[in-house]
């Protein structure tokens, strides 16, 4: 239980006290009525003895009681009625609240820390109007009156006749048989008769003979003058006089009390109620039952006209008018006006003097006769009455349960029974104090009323038996406790009477907490809570509530607090209170039991105690505490079922409804649902992008659809970087960064982002909603402030400060109806249309939430009729806001950074609106989705200005340039309209005779004419736009051709155009556009080419060397693509040294045709340019050869055959540039290597075009398109597409330490072998007479010729190499006659010959291949021998004639 103000030592005797009645004549209640007061109320601020009193008891020792406190009330001929108490202690209840300011007190259990009012003192005053309202009642006798006061005044005519008559009616009362209440405790009560004299109007002197002759009449024991009034009421108050009434008058009276709104008794004033109804002395009734009106019916009799049963209709009653009244007349009364200090004195002495003189000399009295009676009763009686029960029931009484008594509870003693007797000694002696003596009386008692089986009486005597013990000083025996269990359970179940009951329990249970007792005490209190028995028609609400929270109290009070058990009786407790109609306790409780619950993760006990919290908030019109409430049931992670969601949801409305309608002109609440995530809030700058109509396709750009990848933002943010870094001269200018028209939680957010005035700002919003029912968000908008500037740097910008919506600077898009279904994660999109420059802040959404009527899927699935056509019926719905608040990235790099959270900014929501810019959209028309390896398509491209501002320095970068080209300078002016039929050649051709086939044909290109000359970044192309402008509105059409890359696959090509305005921008310096093509490529041709040299030197221009080149086509196309067949149709090279002259092929067939898996092979004679042609226009100029195998020339030095040539030439340039370049050796063994490496090296560059013939929809479609091959080294396999490594199979590893890892200075075979051709020329065959002459001599001519540009010093040496015996038989048959070994030196390009003779002796085939050939640089040391193995045989056939 909770802390009371009165220990349970000073509890008891005041809840127990001699009772005094009080007669007074009109005239004396005329005198204290000037002070406002009844007789009785005047005494009851002094009613308590100041100092200790003694008595003596009946065995003569001296008793000493301390404090007594005695009650004096008006006579009052009729019970009060349970209606009346119930409203009584209903409006004490409400009455007493927290005192506002309280400290609470803190209590930490375990991981609980709860803050708890200490003290209850609504609980401490329903306790004292309890008891002391209890009616008197026959089976005890502690509330019957034991003397009554008579009252005359001195100014009576005749006093002394007064008194007479006072005292006729009293005896009358006590002894009429008319007249069952009051009771009186016994026959003769003693009469006190006092003369009251008011000093400010009476007459001293008369109202002193009137006191003698009392005296005299009545013995001065019995009298007393009291004089009141020393001052007149109506004298201004000079001194503040106390006034020590009003606290014992609020108790139990209504009319100081505030106007509770919860109480539930209203009580309806009938017209002879009237201002002091409550007060328990009234004063101004009428005349009842034939009384004077100094006897009135008890001030808890309710009018006749009222019925508390029907008088509650919920919380929001009306209250009585004579209340409101009452109310108003009081309030500025003032107690003991006329009353001074000196007065109060006399009041407290005449109190001190009735119980000295009178009162206790009467109990003192009364227990010695009592006690007289019963021992002189006692031999006989009981000696009687035992022997009667032993001759009918012989010797043993046997126990008898209690529930075996119950029909013998209505046994009734008359009032001269000696049990009573007993029991009136008993009570006696407990009111003053005497407890041994009470307890021994009370136990006597018991065992006397047991054994009668009178029930009723005998709980009774148990109950203050055990109060008796537990106070008796010294605590000679413990405090029977079962003796309290036994009284309680025979009031409840025996007696029915609930009153008893809870008085014994609220006895009990302060004893049990003074003990420190707290589990029985809250074992007890909650045993009558538990009962749903009603007091005499009431219903036991608010006494059960009371009683649950002192439990609760109990449990936390324990010496290690039960904290789960306090919420779990303090939510009961609040129900109860709830259901009393005491909605203020109720919430109290609530909140209290909150403290436990919150945050435990028991949601369901949660949302019970919020939404009641909300509920009893809301009734008592705590608006803004029923909002909190029900907003934590909404957002908090609900495991509530669906409907009762639903409820919440609407209740919550209902009170964001009332709250709104309270201040309409506040600001915009913050609606809790439903959730947005704000990190997850996505900016786009610009329009959406537009659908594909027909054969257009617009750019794909960037748009709020795609997925964020960070690997394909990182390449789109280098494309930027190359192109700008093209613009700025090969710089990046250190102020960029790359433009973002996309914002999201991975884009770099630190800088405020641009947007552009008249182009929408669409923001995506991410809404969550936890609940299981759907939720209809209506006019749902940005909220958003804005700052007009101007950026042209003016110094008299003028800044206003626009917070609300001002279409005509920024337009809000307003979505009319979003519908978010349970438990679903959606995004909204916004937007808004800035038509003036400046500051932009996005603040958050503006909406209604409402809710659906009726549980609603809107899948279509059982949606209410009206669902799809977007218009759902809200059942409520209230304007709110959310804001839109994003923490930026967790900041860490310096150490302050890394120790310490600190967060970034985060500005996607505060863009800057600047100036107008052009604004580029793209268009693609009759794109390929599919190609072949190779293939070429012609495509257009439309670039149109949407925008009011002309645009310039249009490019275009892809990491794949070689995917495209735009046509070079020699591009023919193809018309511009896409609407060329399909089997128009995508190359510029001639026609030529068919004689000039095998011949090539010869024209010549500079790379500069094909876009490839800007710089180091073959990537950023310019877009040919005519005059480089594109003015507002204006449309331009370009063809683009396009080759499928050489691999087959899906291939997505970014293509990244950039712009820039006419009229320079300080913000924004350019913009840009994307596209990604996605082209799939199936297989078409393997190319595969070597070149080596031929050996013969006949040819027309007499030096400078032969080439073979030797090509494999091979058709790989598996007929996926519904291909036939490829035609070769013409081979060109291009090359600056290099070009093919004619094709070698023997076969006739002129047509080279490849079916599936077919496989072609062609040879081609190269030969050196002219030394004229190669060298007209720097090393740029390219030669380009045509050989034909049809009747049409493909002119491939013209656009597109030589763009793409080009495009792959610099991108395998790119990749060679790529590898990683070896290690600085030896400068000077360098030098000769790279010399003899340039003999085998060769640039020649073969292009293969093709067509193919494919039947599509059964037509007939021809394709074409063409493949590089790029020859770098004499001997080496080329391939026109890119080989796949080889995975190194595995090794064991070694361990050894590393050589010294220089690069080998020797040059390989297959470079030495090239640093000097040799060739033989001799007759094929020779006839000789060997019969004439046995020896042949056949001349021979050895040509050696340096490939390289350097001076070259040769040995030739003839001698046979003897290396095996089957050398020996191949060349032991002939000789060579002369010199065996030549010394020469080769000066640059020189042909030397040597004239040679070989000699046979025998008819056969020989190889005339054995002169070895050892060659050195002229200015190195070193000798390489020239390995001529890989050169042809030299046969020579020797006949005889």
Same mark, same amino acid.
């Given at each position: 239980m909770a802390q009371c103000v009165q220990s349970v030592q000073e509890l008891i005797p005041d809840s127990f006290v001699p009772c005094v009645a009080a007669l007074c004549s009109d005239e004396a209640e005329r005198l204290t009525r000037r002070n406002h007061l009844s007789f009785a109320e005047l005494l009851k601020p002094f009613s308590r003895l100041t100092s200790e009193v003694h008595m003596r008891d009946p065995n003569n020792q001296l008793h000493i009681i301390k404090n007594l406190k005695i009650a004096v009330s008006n006579i009052i001929t009729q019970p009060p009625q349970p209606g009346a108490i119930r409203k009584l202690l209903n409006d004490v209840v409400s009455a007493s609240q927290p005192a506002e300011g309280l400290v609470a007190n803190v209590i930490t259990a375990g991981d609980y820390d709860l803050n708890i009012s200490a003290t209850t003192p609504w609980f401490e005053s329903y306790r004292e109007t309890f008891l002391q309202s209890m009616p008197a009642s026959d089976h005890e006798f502690l509330n019957?009156?034991?003397?009554?006061?008579?009252?005359?005044?001195?100014?009576?005519?005749?006093?002394?006749?007064?008194?007479?008559?006072?005292?006729?009616?009293?005896?009358?009362?006590?002894?009429?048989?008319? +007249?069952?209440?009051?009771?009186?405790?016994? =026959?003769?009560?003693?009469?006190?008769?006092?003369?009251?004299?008011?000093?400010?109007?009476?007459?001293?002197?008369?109202?002193?003979?009137?006191?003698?002759?009392?005296?005299?009449?009545?013995?001065?024991?019995?009298?007393?003058?009291?004089?009141?009034?020393?001052?007149?009421?109506?004298?201004?108050?000079?001194?503040?006089?106390?006034d020590p009434w009003s606290q014992y008058l609020q108790k139990n009276s209504i009319q100081n009390q505030e106007s509770y709104e919860d109480g539930p008794y209203a009580i309806t004033a009938n017209k002879n109620s009237d201002s002091n109804l409550f007060s328990l002395?009234?004063?101004?009734?009428?005349?009842?039952?034939?009384?004077?009106?100094?006897?009135?019916?008890?001030?808890?009799?309710?009018?006749?006209?009222?019925? =508390?049963?029907?008088?509650?209709?919920?919380?929001?009653?009306?209250?009585?008018?004579?209340?409101?009244?009452?109310?108003?007349?009081?309030?500025?009364?003032?107690?003991?006006?006329?009353?001074t200090l000196t007065d109060h004195d006399r009041i407290r002495q005449f109190i001190q003097e009735f119980t000295f003189r009178g009162l206790l000399p009467h109990i003192e009295k009364t227990i010695r006769q009592l006690n007289d009676q019963l021992i002189s009763r006692k031999g006989l009686s009981r000696s009687l009455f035992s022997a009667t029960k032993k001759w009918f029931s012989g010797s043993k009484v046997p126990e008898k349960s209690i529930n075996e008594l119950k029909n013998t509870s209505g046994l009734l003693y008359p009032p001269e029974a000696p049990e009573l007797q007993i029991r009136k000694m008993a009570d006696l002696c407990f009111l003053v104090q005497h407890y041994d003596l009470a307890y021994s009386c009370y136990h006597t008692a018991k065992k006397d009323f047991l054994n009668d089986q009178a029930m009723l009486y005998a709980a009774g005597a148990l109950e203050m038996a055990a109060v008796s013990a537990f106070l008796q000083p010294g605590a000679p025996r413990p405090y029977p406790a079962h003796y309290m269990d036994t009284a309680i359970q025979t009031y409840r179940d025996i007696c029915k009477n609930m009153v008893l009951a809870e008085r014994c329990v609220l006895l009990s249970a302060e004893i049990l907490k003074s003990q420190s007792k707290y589990s029985e005490a809250a074992a007890l209190l909650i045993r009558l809570t538990s009962e749903q028995n009603t007091w005499k028609g009431m219903d036991s609400d608010l006494r059960s509530a009371l009683l649950l929270e002192q439990a609760a109290h109990c449990f936390i009070n324990m010496k290690s607090p039960m904290v789960r058990k306090y919420a779990f009786h303090m939510i009961l407790a609040g129900h109860r209170f709830s259901k009393a109609g005491q909605k203020k306790h109720a919430l109290r409780c609530y909140c209290q039991a909150m403290q436990v619950y919150k945050g435990k993760g028991w949601s369901l006990a949660e949302d019970h105690i919020n939404f009641t919290i909300g509920r009893q908030s809301y009734t008592l019109r705590q608006l803004d505490n029923a909002v909190s409430a029900f907003r934590h049931i909404l957002i908090n992670e609900s495991k509530q079922s669906a409907p009762q969601q639903g409820a919440f949801l609407r209740e919550y409305l209902y009170v964001y409804k009332n709250v709104s309608q309270l201040s309409p002109d506040g600001p915009l609440p913050q609606l809790p649902l439903p959730y947005i995530n704000s990190s997850a809030t996505r900016l786009f700058f610009g329009h959406d992008r537009r659908p594909a109509d027909g054969e257009k396709q617009a750019a794909t750009h960037i748009s709020l659809d795609q997925e964020y990848d960070s690997e394909s933002s990182q390449q789109w943010r280098e494309l930027e970087e190359q192109v700008v870094a093209v613009v700025n001269k090969g710089v990046i200018p250190s102020n960029f960064h790359p433009i973002q028209y996309c914002l999201n939680s991975y884009s770099d957010n630190s800088r405020f982002p641009l947007a552009v005035v008249e182009e929408p700002i669409t923001v995506e919003v991410a809404f969550r909603n936890p609940l299981k029912v759907p939720l209809l968000l209506t006019d749902l908008s940005l909220l958003w402030k804005f700052q007009p500037k101007d950026f042209s740097g003016m110094d008299n910008e003028e800044v206003k400060e626009l917070v609300t919506g001002e279409p005509k600077m920024i337009g809000t898009e307003v979505v009319s109806e979003f519908l978010i279904n349970s438990e679903e994660s959606k995004v909204a999109r916004l937007k808004l249309f800035p038509h003036h420059i400046g500051e932009l802040h996005i603040l958050g959404v503006v909406y209604n939430l409402g809710t659906i009527q009726g549980s609603v899927t809107v899948d279509g699935i059982g949606a209410l009729p009206g669902c799809h056509t977007g218009k759902y019926s809200s059942s409520m719905s209230v304007r709110g806001r959310q804001d839109l608040e994003i923490q930026g990235p967790r900041l860490n790099n310096t150490k302050e950074e890394k120790t310490s959270i600190k967060y970034g900014p985060d500005r996607r929501l505060d863009p800057i609106i600047t100036e107008e810019m052009p604004l580029l959209e793209v268009f693609f028309i009759h794109f390929p989705t599919g190609l072949l390896c190779g293939e070429i398509r012609k495509a257009y491209v439309e670039f149109v200005n949407v925008s009011?501002?002309?645009?310039?320095?249009?490019?275009?970068?892809?990491? &794949?340039? $070689?995917?495209?080209?735009?046509?070079?300078?020699?591009?023919?002016?193809?018309?511009?309209?896409?609407?060329?039929?399909?089997?128009?050649?995508?190359?510029?051709?001639? #026609?030529?005779?068919?004689?000039?086939?095998?011949?090539?044909?010869?024209?010549?290109?500079?790379?500069?004419?094909?876009?490839?000359?800007?710089?180091?970044?073959?990537?950023?192309?310019?877009?040919?736009?005519?005059?480089?402008?594109?003015?507002?509105?204006?449309?331009?059409?370009? =063809?683009?051709?396009?080759?499928?890359?050489?691999?087959?696959?899906?291939?997505?090509?970014?293509?990244?155009?950039?712009?820039?305005?006419?009229?320079?921008?300080?913000?924004?310096?350019?913009?840009?556009?994307?596209?990604?093509?996605?082209?799939?490529?199936?297989?078409?041709?393997?190319?595969?080419?070597?070149?080596?040299?031929?050996?013969?030197?006949?040819?027309?221009?007499?030096?400078?060397?032969?080439?073979?080149?030797?090509?494999?086509?091979?058709?790989?196309?598996?007929?996926?693509?519904?291909?036939?067949?490829?035609?070769?149709?013409?081979?060109?090279?291009?090359?600056?040294?290099?070009?093919?002259?004619?094709?070698?092929?023997?076969?006739?067939?002129?047509?080279?045709?490849?079916?599936? &898996? $077919?496989?072609?092979?062609?040879?081609?004679?190269?030969?050196?340019?002219?030394?004229?042609?190669?060298?007209?226009?720097?090393?740029?100029? +390219?030669?380009?050869?045509?050989?034909?195998?049809?009747?049409?020339?493909?002119?491939?030095?013209?656009?597109?055959?030589?763009?793409?040539?080009?495009?792959?030439?610099?991108?395998?340039?790119?990749?060679?540039?790529?590898?990683?370049?070896?290690?600085?050796?030896?400068?000077?063994?360098?030098?000769?290597?790279?010399?003899?490496?340039?003999?085998?090296?060769?640039?020649?560059?073969? #292009?293969?075009?093709?067509?193919? +013939?494919?039947?599509?929809?059964?037509?007939?479609?021809?394709?074409?398109?063409?493949?590089? #091959?790029?020859?770098?080294?004499?001997?080496?396999?080329?391939?026109?597409y890119p080989q796949k490594q080889e995975p190194p199979e595995m090794e064991l590893l070694k361990f050894v330490r590393p050589e010294n890892t220089t690069v080998s200075s020797r040059p390989s075979v297959e470079q030495l072998s090239s640093l000097i051709k040799t060739s033989l020329h001799y007759p094929e065959s020779f006839n000789h007479p060997f019969h004439q002459k046995s020896l042949c001599f056949v001349p021979v001519t050895l040509l050696l010729s340096n490939c390289s540009k350097a001076d070259v010093d040769v040995i030739v040496d003839l001698r046979h190499k003897t290396t095996s015996p089957e050398a020996l038989e191949i060349h032991g048959s002939f000789t060579w006659l002369g010199q065996t070994q030549y010394k020469l030196q080769l000066k640059s390009q020189e042909i030397h010959s040597l004239q040679l003779k070989a000699c046979f002796v025998h008819t056969g085939v020989y190889n005339l291949g054995t002169p070895r050939v050892f060659a050195k640089l002229s200015d190195q040391v070193t000798v390489f021998e020239t390995n001529q193995q890989n050169s042809m045989p030299a046969l020579i056939i020797i006949n005889n004639v």
């Amino acid at each position: 239980m909770a802390q009371c103000v009165q220990s349970v030592q000073e509890l008891i005797p005041d809840s127990f006290v001699p009772c005094v009645a009080a007669l007074c004549s009109d005239e004396a209640e005329r005198l204290t009525r000037r002070n406002h007061l009844s007789f009785a109320e005047l005494l009851k601020p002094f009613s308590r003895l100041t100092s200790e009193v003694h008595m003596r008891d009946p065995n003569n020792q001296l008793h000493i009681i301390k404090n007594l406190k005695i009650a004096v009330s008006n006579i009052i001929t009729q019970p009060p009625q349970p209606g009346a108490i119930r409203k009584l202690l209903n409006d004490v209840v409400s009455a007493s609240q927290p005192a506002e300011g309280l400290v609470a007190n803190v209590i930490t259990a375990g991981d609980y820390d709860l803050n708890i009012s200490a003290t209850t003192p609504w609980f401490e005053s329903y306790r004292e109007t309890f008891l002391q309202s209890m009616p008197a009642s026959d089976h005890e006798f502690l509330n019957h009156y034991l003397a009554c006061m008579l009252v005359a005044s001195s100014s009576e005519a005749e006093p002394v006749e007064q008194f007479s008559k006072l005292s006729q009616e009293q005896h009358r009362i006590q002894h009429n048989s008319d +007249y069952s209440y009051p009771k009186w405790f016994i =026959p003769n009560t003693l009469k006190y008769y006092v003369l009251l004299h008011d000093v400010s109007a009476g007459d001293e002197q008369r109202a002193d003979s009137v006191y003698e002759e009392m005296k005299q009449k009545y013995g001065t024991q019995c009298c007393y003058l009291l004089k009141i009034n020393s001052r007149t009421s109506n004298r201004a108050s000079d001194e503040q006089i106390p006034d020590p009434w009003s606290q014992y008058l609020q108790k139990n009276s209504i009319q100081n009390q505030e106007s509770y709104e919860d109480g539930p008794y209203a009580i309806t004033a009938n017209k002879n109620s009237d201002s002091n109804l409550f007060s328990l002395d009234g004063l101004d009734n009428e005349v009842k039952d034939g009384l004077p009106n100094n006897f009135r019916t008890h001030s808890l009799q309710l009018d006749q006209s009222s019925d =508390p049963s029907n008088s509650f209709d919920g919380p929001d009653h009306v209250k009585s008018s004579s209340s409101h009244e009452t109310k108003k007349t009081n309030t500025g009364i003032i107690h003991g006006a006329c009353l001074t200090l000196t007065d109060h004195d006399r009041i407290r002495q005449f109190i001190q003097e009735f119980t000295f003189r009178g009162l206790l000399p009467h109990i003192e009295k009364t227990i010695r006769q009592l006690n007289d009676q019963l021992i002189s009763r006692k031999g006989l009686s009981r000696s009687l009455f035992s022997a009667t029960k032993k001759w009918f029931s012989g010797s043993k009484v046997p126990e008898k349960s209690i529930n075996e008594l119950k029909n013998t509870s209505g046994l009734l003693y008359p009032p001269e029974a000696p049990e009573l007797q007993i029991r009136k000694m008993a009570d006696l002696c407990f009111l003053v104090q005497h407890y041994d003596l009470a307890y021994s009386c009370y136990h006597t008692a018991k065992k006397d009323f047991l054994n009668d089986q009178a029930m009723l009486y005998a709980a009774g005597a148990l109950e203050m038996a055990a109060v008796s013990a537990f106070l008796q000083p010294g605590a000679p025996r413990p405090y029977p406790a079962h003796y309290m269990d036994t009284a309680i359970q025979t009031y409840r179940d025996i007696c029915k009477n609930m009153v008893l009951a809870e008085r014994c329990v609220l006895l009990s249970a302060e004893i049990l907490k003074s003990q420190s007792k707290y589990s029985e005490a809250a074992a007890l209190l909650i045993r009558l809570t538990s009962e749903q028995n009603t007091w005499k028609g009431m219903d036991s609400d608010l006494r059960s509530a009371l009683l649950l929270e002192q439990a609760a109290h109990c449990f936390i009070n324990m010496k290690s607090p039960m904290v789960r058990k306090y919420a779990f009786h303090m939510i009961l407790a609040g129900h109860r209170f709830s259901k009393a109609g005491q909605k203020k306790h109720a919430l109290r409780c609530y909140c209290q039991a909150m403290q436990v619950y919150k945050g435990k993760g028991w949601s369901l006990a949660e949302d019970h105690i919020n939404f009641t919290i909300g509920r009893q908030s809301y009734t008592l019109r705590q608006l803004d505490n029923a909002v909190s409430a029900f907003r934590h049931i909404l957002i908090n992670e609900s495991k509530q079922s669906a409907p009762q969601q639903g409820a919440f949801l609407r209740e919550y409305l209902y009170v964001y409804k009332n709250v709104s309608q309270l201040s309409p002109d506040g600001p915009l609440p913050q609606l809790p649902l439903p959730y947005i995530n704000s990190s997850a809030t996505r900016l786009f700058f610009g329009h959406d992008r537009r659908p594909a109509d027909g054969e257009k396709q617009a750019a794909t750009h960037i748009s709020l659809d795609q997925e964020y990848d960070s690997e394909s933002s990182q390449q789109w943010r280098e494309l930027e970087e190359q192109v700008v870094a093209v613009v700025n001269k090969g710089v990046i200018p250190s102020n960029f960064h790359p433009i973002q028209y996309c914002l999201n939680s991975y884009s770099d957010n630190s800088r405020f982002p641009l947007a552009v005035v008249e182009e929408p700002i669409t923001v995506e919003v991410a809404f969550r909603n936890p609940l299981k029912v759907p939720l209809l968000l209506t006019d749902l908008s940005l909220l958003w402030k804005f700052q007009p500037k101007d950026f042209s740097g003016m110094d008299n910008e003028e800044v206003k400060e626009l917070v609300t919506g001002e279409p005509k600077m920024i337009g809000t898009e307003v979505v009319s109806e979003f519908l978010i279904n349970s438990e679903e994660s959606k995004v909204a999109r916004l937007k808004l249309f800035p038509h003036h420059i400046g500051e932009l802040h996005i603040l958050g959404v503006v909406y209604n939430l409402g809710t659906i009527q009726g549980s609603v899927t809107v899948d279509g699935i059982g949606a209410l009729p009206g669902c799809h056509t977007g218009k759902y019926s809200s059942s409520m719905s209230v304007r709110g806001r959310q804001d839109l608040e994003i923490q930026g990235p967790r900041l860490n790099n310096t150490k302050e950074e890394k120790t310490s959270i600190k967060y970034g900014p985060d500005r996607r929501l505060d863009p800057i609106i600047t100036e107008e810019m052009p604004l580029l959209e793209v268009f693609f028309i009759h794109f390929p989705t599919g190609l072949l390896c190779g293939e070429i398509r012609k495509a257009y491209v439309e670039f149109v200005n949407v925008s009011k501002c002309p645009l310039t320095g249009l490019k275009v970068v892809s990491k &794949r340039p $070689e995917f495209f080209t735009f046509g070079g300078n020699t591009a023919v002016l193809t018309p511009l309209s896409p609407s060329a039929s399909e089997n128009c050649s995508a190359y510029k051709t001639v #026609v030529t005779e068919s004689t000039s086939m095998c011949t090539a044909l010869i024209s010549s290109a500079s790379s500069l004419d094909f876009g490839i000359g800007i710089g180091s970044q073959p990537e950023v192309i310019p877009v040919p736009l005519p005059d480089t402008v594109l003015l507002p509105g204006a449309s331009v059409q370009l =063809p683009m051709w396009l080759r499928g890359p050489d691999e087959e696959g899906v291939h997505e090509i970014n293509f990244l155009f950039y712009y820039e305005s006419v009229k320079k921008q300080p913000k924004i310096r350019h913009r840009i556009l994307r596209h990604t093509a996605v082209i799939c490529t199936s297989r078409s041709l393997n190319v595969r080419a070597t070149v080596c040299r031929s050996n013969s030197l006949e040819d027309e221009e007499g030096r400078g060397g032969n080439m073979l080149v030797f090509v494999d086509v091979e058709n790989i196309n598996t007929s996926e693509a519904g291909v036939k067949e490829f035609h070769i149709v013409q081979v060109s090279s291009s090359s600056k040294h290099w070009k093919l002259q004619k094709s070698v092929n023997l076969s006739e067939n002129k047509d080279a045709k490849l079916a599936s &898996r $077919e496989k072609g092979k062609f040879c081609f004679k190269a030969v050196r340019c002219k030394e004229k042609e190669a060298v007209t226009q720097s090393s740029e100029k +390219y030669t380009f050869a045509d050989i034909i195998f049809g009747n049409e020339q493909i002119v491939s030095s013209a656009s597109p055959c030589a763009d793409f040539f080009h495009r792959s030439l610099s991108s395998e340039l790119k990749k060679s540039r790529a590898q990683p370049s070896v290690h600085k050796v030896k400068q000077s063994l360098e030098d000769a290597v790279r010399v003899i490496q340039k003999c085998s090296e060769v640039d020649l560059n073969i #292009v293969i075009l093709w067509k193919a +013939y494919v039947v599509e929809d059964s037509k007939q479609l021809i394709l074409e398109g063409q493949h590089h #091959v790029i020859l770098h080294t004499i001997g080496k396999e080329a391939f026109s597409y890119p080989q796949k490594q080889e995975p190194p199979e595995m090794e064991l590893l070694k361990f050894v330490r590393p050589e010294n890892t220089t690069v080998s200075s020797r040059p390989s075979v297959e470079q030495l072998s090239s640093l000097i051709k040799t060739s033989l020329h001799y007759p094929e065959s020779f006839n000789h007479p060997f019969h004439q002459k046995s020896l042949c001599f056949v001349p021979v001519t050895l040509l050696l010729s340096n490939c390289s540009k350097a001076d070259v010093d040769v040995i030739v040496d003839l001698r046979h190499k003897t290396t095996s015996p089957e050398a020996l038989e191949i060349h032991g048959s002939f000789t060579w006659l002369g010199q065996t070994q030549y010394k020469l030196q080769l000066k640059s390009q020189e042909i030397h010959s040597l004239q040679l003779k070989a000699c046979f002796v025998h008819t056969g085939v020989y190889n005339l291949g054995t002169p070895r050939v050892f060659a050195k640089l002229s200015d190195q040391v070193t000798v390489f021998e020239t390995n001529q193995q890989n050169s042809m045989p030299a046969l020579i056939i020797i006949n005889n004639v």
